[in-house]
């Protein structure tokens, strides 16, 4: 459901209507990221007052700086062993990234996220032993340097360090191999009074286990009910989230503050992945917000962040195709669904970006006078391999295109990630430049914007941990 910003009546939020605890994630993996100025306007202009970060880039922390957002900023996991070995090291740190910033007229800075997701399973215990450490020397440089008293440090954690043996919140306990370390971390929050942050992502389910039943994956009311010691689930979010609760009473912590840095819907990449069902999930989620109502086990209003603000199509697509799609705005800043940010379930489109340039309206496509479908395999492996083919996933909106159209989609996703380059656009002679919008109903071939910032550039070395074969594997068949 592709939404139409000209045809569709904006509706003004007003600053007092929004609703109160939550945020957005803001992140940058992107071949072309808007610049970070557009992004705050972006941010005021839908009322959002609350930003999480993965980083703590000057840019984005210099235009953050005098808007009054409550800010989470980011210290990447590649930094947690240096910040565990040496104290220095985390003073430096938070001297470069934290200190220069408070000032009046600068950024406030309400959380510091030390590392994010550091024991996904997948990592396979790579951040164990530096977690913690680093964020001990964190929380020691930030009250040394007398930022304690207005911000808090934490570690974003996947809900996978946690589990249930009969999937009731109640028998909710931290996964064995991380079981210590995460309760010599849940001590050291209880005793320093610092959040537990978690990251929930009810579409994990139903991607993860075709037999999940897929209303319980939002939050309508119309999922089937569970119940467990008296109190009755009819969503994942909120079984998971007590789930968390019961494994911190299980290490004698009651009292716990639990922000959810993370939780959202995807919009292509999968057949669950749609801007229909992302709408379905935000106003479930908004109108709980609204009402300031909590889970079963813990009532009291929820903190929040949602993920994300923006596509960000550089994403490694290990986890799924889906992670390039996160974005409630595509990546020139577009909303791509309605989302009433006042919980209030109205139909309205979110403010789109402003100032956006783009590259020529100029697409890459098939050269269907010269082209041997026979011979382009390789081509198309390359274009998808150094551009980003996810939405032609079975089920995601460019799914159901020719075999022509395949082979144009990849080419000019390629083109436009290589800066419109005319040398891009070759393919030994199978493509072509037109002037002609190449998209196919719902299916956009989209036309690149100017880049933000060529700091925020990815090198494409990091396409070599990118598992295609996803991409590919419905592609290489029709051709």
């Known amino acids: 459901m592709l939404v139409n910003v000209g045809t569709v009546i904006m509706t003004v939020l007003t600053l007092a209507s929004l609703v109160g605890g939550f945020g957005v994630n803001w992140g940058n993996i992107a ?23 993965f980083d703590a880039d000057s840019w984005t922390m210099n235009a953050l700086a005098g808007t009054g957002m409550e800010v989470m900023v980011g210290i990447p996991n590649n930094l947690l062993e240096s910040l565990a070995d040496d104290y220095d090291n985390a003073k430096d740190w938070v001297k470069e990234n934290v200190t220069q910033y408070i000032r009046k007229g600068g950024v406030d800075i309400k959380y510091v996220a030390v590392g994010n997701e550091p024991f996904l399973s997948a990592y396979n215990g790579s951040f164990l032993k530096t977690t913690f450490p680093a964020l001990k020397n964190i929380h020691k440089a930030l009250k040394e340097a007398g930022h304690t008293n207005i911000m808090k440090a934490t570690i974003p954690q996947n809900a996978e360090v946690y589990q249930s043996a009969n999937d009731k919140p109640s028998e909710g306990d931290f996964r064995k191999d991380v079981k210590q370390t995460m309760l010599d971390i849940v001590n050291f929050f209880h005793e320093n009074d610092l959040p537990f942050t978690v990251n929930i992502y009810p579409f994990l389910s139903l991607y993860l286990n075709e037999h999940f039943p897929v209303e319980f994956a939002f939050l309508d009311g119309d999922g089937q009910t569970m119940t467990d010691k008296g109190k009755n689930y009819d969503n994942v979010f909120d079984a998971n989230y007590d789930t968390l609760v019961y494994a911190l009473k299980k290490a004698g912590i009651h009292d716990m503050k639990i ?7 995807p919009t292509d990449g999968h057949k669950y992945a749609s801007p229909k069902l992302a709408e379905k999930f935000y106003a479930g989620l908004m109108k709980r917000l609204a009402k300031d109502g909590g889970t079963p086990t813990r009532p009291e209003r929820l903190e929040v962040y949602l993920f994300g603000f923006l596509d960000e199509d550089m994403k490694s697509i290990l986890p799924g195709p889906f992670e390039r799609h996160w974005g409630i705005f595509r990546y020139d800043g577009t909303p791509k669904f ?5 919980g209030q379930g109205r139909q309205m489109v979110p403010v789109a970006a402003k100032g956006v340039q783009y590259l020529e309206k100029q697409w890459c496509v098939v050269n269907k006078d ?11 492996d390359y274009a998808c391999y150094h551009g980003d ?3 032609m996933e079975a089920g995601s909106t460019c799914s159901k295109l020719t075999k022509v159209q395949n082979i144009s989609y990849a080419f000019n996703m390629y083109f436009q990630i290589q800066d419109q380059d005319v040398r891009a656009c070759d393919f030994k002679g199978a493509a072509m430049i037109t002037k002609v919008n190449a998209s196919v109903g719902s299916c956009l071939f989209p036309v690149q914007i100017v880049s933000g910032s060529d700091d925020f550039r990815i090198n494409f070395v990091f396409g070599r941990f990118v598992v295609f074969g996803l991409v590919l594997l419905g592609l290489l068949t029709v051709i």
Do not use: R
């Open 31 to 53: 071949s072309h990221p808007l610049n970070p100025n557009i992004v705050v306007q972006m941010l005021k202009d839908n009322k959002i007052n609350k930003v999480k970060l």
């Open 389 to 391: 083919c996810t939405a």
């Open 370 to 380: 010269t082209v041997n479908l026979d011979e382009v395999g390789p081509d198309l």
């Open 338 to 342: 309605m989302l009433d940010f006042t």
């Open 259 to 265: 922000i959810v840095g993370e939780v959202g819907w």
